[in-house]
């Protein structure tokens, strides 16, 4: 039996990699998917609080949260193919139009 | 166990027209006029007005078991949504045409969000919160990309999305650790269990709820969570800019106000110091940093920035008294805003926004009415006497010196001094310089004048009369259980 704290343990660790992943990547699709890392690190610790409380809650968040996750990454891409097509380029450190 | 499903009207209704304008979008040929298609909208929307005011009158419920209150917070919060969406709309309509955006999915999106932010103010559960947050937030970020050929508008999209994705982060990782400890998404279980067993919490429900926090700062774009917000604000199509910096605003509050401010407020004690410096220092950068703007957008987007910054004093101030400034405040802010953007919507040629201040170097005499009411949401936004910014900032500092917060109440008043400077600068332009590109080619917008017509009304209504909205805001307030 693993007990609950390593679960918690292991989607904090998994969500720092995603914040870091956005934070310091400089290609779109990869900071596109280290977003959908951080909702899956947030996924693992609802499904593991879940089964903690007895409560099935948490399970039947983590549809709604996939479902979410899934209408942002078809507006994500979306997006980025139109910022694509302005720049040929996936660097978010040279979209330069307005100043970051 | 019943279904009660009348809560769910209004929200419904604009559901139903923004679906109604989508599909008739698609029996409407390329180049053939597309008027109806703002027409319906704004239909839907007097017809939702007209449900809240008939839910107002009787008793309010809630629905999916208590998972949704359409309380009288709520239906003063959808009144503000509902407002904002149908000034949006009316100031957008030559706009959209002139930029050569699609119009019936604009018109869509903007009731889709509009459903959203009605789901949130209403939200009672965290999981039906962050489920409206998202509505609104995918179709906001649409609207921001909605000017497809202007590279500008796709890159303040982005940096919208990546900022606002990355803040739903943190905040479902709040709610996942605040389910955690209490064992529920359901606010009444929750503040239930935060009475129940003061201070024995667990350390990540005090993590979670910070988390929270982060999230909502985002949202709301208070310092340092704000540095997407001129960016994205600036190169969004004016009316989307002023319809995020209302509506998308005044519904991360709403949430802020029942979730943070008044379900969760036994954990004050612990995010009351990092708030009280929050709100100092939106403030504060706010209004310095829109003293050195050249563009009177950006310039609006610091200084909603700083109003951000004025509406987070309640919040610090607590639950007691800052219940009415806030919602007051907010609705105030939603009229001289909304109006502001409406006329600098007003001043796009072709595909060109002139939103300099050179552009608007002689308005006060090519276009009077407009320059006026222009100058009048500028003071109110200043704060000057009569208008309804000045009532609002009254109760604002009023809220933070009786709370005996009055360190915030003077910094609060030294910022509204600063902000005069750039406020008064477009009026100086608008009358005393002369020379200015805007409303040389400016053709006739009927419904633009319109939109600013009923926000200039608001506004002065709000600042001459305030007693009804106080009272109305106070109700509101109070009808959160």
Known sequence: MIALHNYLILSAVIFSIGVIGVLIRRNLIVVLMSIELMLNA?????????????????????????????????????????????????????MQLLKW | ????????????????????????????????????????????????????????GGRQEGAFNDSYMLDRFAL????????????????????????????????????????????????????????????????????????????RSSEAAMKYFLMGAFATGFLLYGIALIYGATGSTNLAQISAYLLDQPSEWP???????????????????????????????????????????????????????????????????????????????????????????????????????????YLLIPIVVGVEWGGLPLLFYLLAYSFMTLGAFAVLTSMTEGDESKDGYSDFAGLGFKRPFLALAMALFMLSLAGFPPLAGFTGKFYVFRSAVLSGHLNLAIIGVLNSLLSVIFY????????????????????????????????????????ILPADALDWSRRAFGSLE
């Open chain 1, 42 to 94: 947030v996924n693992l610790t609802f499904i593991a609080f879940s089964r903690y409380l007895g409560s099935t809650d948490g399970q039947v968040i983590v549809f709604f949260v996939m479902a979410v996750a899934a209408a942002e990454a078809v507006i994500g891409l979306a997006i980025i193919i139109s910022v694509y097509r302005h720049r040929q380029s996936l660097d978010p450190q040279e």
């Open chain 2, 1 to 56: 166990m019943d279904v009660n499903l009348v809560p769910l009207l209004p929200a419904v209704q604009v559901l139903v027209t923004a679906l109604v304008v989508t599909l008739r979008d698609l029996f409407i040929k390329d180049g053939e006029s597309r008027g109806v298609l703002a027409f319906y909208s704004l239909v839907g929307l007097g017809l939702a007005a007209a449900e809240v005011f008939f839910l107002l």
């Open chain 2, 76 to 151: 003063f919060f959808a009144l503000i949504f509902i407002l904002a969406a149908a000034l949006t709309i009316l100031s957008a309509i030559d706009y959209v045409r002139q930029t050569g955006m699609r119009e019936g999915e604009f018109y869509a999106l903007i009731l889709f969000a509009t459903v959203g932010m009605i789901v949130m103010a209403a939200a009672n559960d965290l999981m039906v919160f962050f489920l409206g947050l998202e509505t609104m937030s995918i179709a906001v970020y649409v609207l921001t990309g909605m000017w497809r050929s202007n590279g």
């Open chain 2, 203 to 309: 350390v990540y429900l005090i993590g979670g709820g910070f988390l929270l926090l982060i999230g909502f700062a985002f949202k709301v774009g208070a310092v340092p969570f704000h540095f997407w917000v001129p960016d994205v604000y600036e190169g969004a199509p004016t009316p989307v800019t002023g319809f995020m910096s209302v509506a998308v605003k005044a519904a991360a509050f709403a949430a802020w106000a029942r979730i943070l401010l008044y379900k969760l407020s036994p954990l004050d004690n612990d995010w009351v110091f990092p708030l009280w410096i929050i709100a100092i220092a939106t403030m504060t950068l706010g209004n310095l940093l829109a003293i050195t703007q050249h563009s009177i957008k950006r310039m609006l987007a610091y200084s909603s920035i700083a109003h951000a910054g």
């Open chain 2, 424 to 463: 008064l600068r477009v009026i100086v332009a608008m009358y005393m310089e002369e020379g200015g590109a805007a409303g040389k080619s400016f053709r006739q917008a009927p419904f633009v004048y319109i939109a600013v017509a009923i926000a200039l009304l608001g506004t002065i209504y709000l600042g």
